[in-house]
């Protein structure tokens, strides 16, 4: 099993609509979890942090799970702009390593 | 504005060429990365540095070997260039000042590789 796991979809979904998607991770050690966005052909950026207590920005909301093991992104009143693949990241505490999610894709259709 | 830049967006090369790759950062950070991106694979890991002349192999290191004289340079190095190493090549830098909470990893645009 990868040590973090996402749909790699794609999802359409229209315009408007609220859409969720999930990344599970396998490693229950202490870590901080991030998401990125990545346009097409462009590289990833940091698109919001995943607290404990869950955070908002927006229309985005991050949500973590440590009881089932997986972060989750929700996107409300979906713009078109909105369409891109969205990576989860875990940073072990322990050692600050890197584990990258392969990435959701998303396409928002008018 | 943190920014990280790579030397060529596209580069094509025949087998067997050696091929350098280089990233620069200009926001003083320790930490840098090379990674290769492939469909339906994601961000695989190659080597990574935590500091000048430091380097430490991610999980797919046969192939490549990498450089870092400066602080704000480093350098990924295909010795002998094979086809499946075509791929998009992505640098990235971050540190983590205030723990791994806090972190952001920044990325450059991307060399996207052709192995002929």
């Known amino acids: 099993r990868k040590e973090v796991e996402q749909d790699p979809g794609p999802f359409n979904v229209p315009e408007g609509a609220t859409v969720a998607f999930n990344c599970t991770y396998s490693?229950?050690?202490?870590?901080?979890f991030f998401w990125y966005r990545q346009d097409c052909r462009k590289e990833p950026k940091l698109l919001m942090s995943v607290y404990s207590s869950g955070n908002e920005d927006g229309r985005f909301t991050a949500q973590l799970n440590r009881a089932s093991q997986y972060i989750s992104l929700l996107i409300r009143d979906s713009k078109l702009s909105d369409s891109a693949t969205y990576l989860c990241v875990i940073i072990m505490d322990s050692n600050y390593q890197l584990i990258w999610g392969a990435g959701t894709k998303l396409i928002i259709k008018p | 504005d943190v920014k990280v830049t790579q030397s060529s967006r596209y580069l094509v090369k025949r087998t067997g060429e050696k091929v350098f790759l280089e990233c620069v950062q200009d926001m003083d950070h320790e930490n840098m990365f090379w990674y290769r991106q492939d469909p339906g694979l994601g961000l695989r890991l190659i080597y990574f540095s935590y500091d000048v002349k430091m380097k430490e192999k991610g999980d797919i290191p046969e192939g490549y070997s990498v450089s870092r004289e400066k602080k704000e340079r480093f350098s990924l190095i295909l010795e002998s260039a094979s086809t499946n190493q075509t791929s998009m090549y992505l640098c990235?830098?971050?540190?983590?000042?205030?723990?791994?909470?806090?972190?952001?990893?920044?990325f450059g645009p991307g060399t996207r590789l052709t192995v002929t």
């Open positions: 490693n229950s050690a202490s870590q901080s």
């Open positions: 990235a830098s971050g540190s983590f000042p205030e723990g791994p909470l806090y972190y952001e990893q920044y």
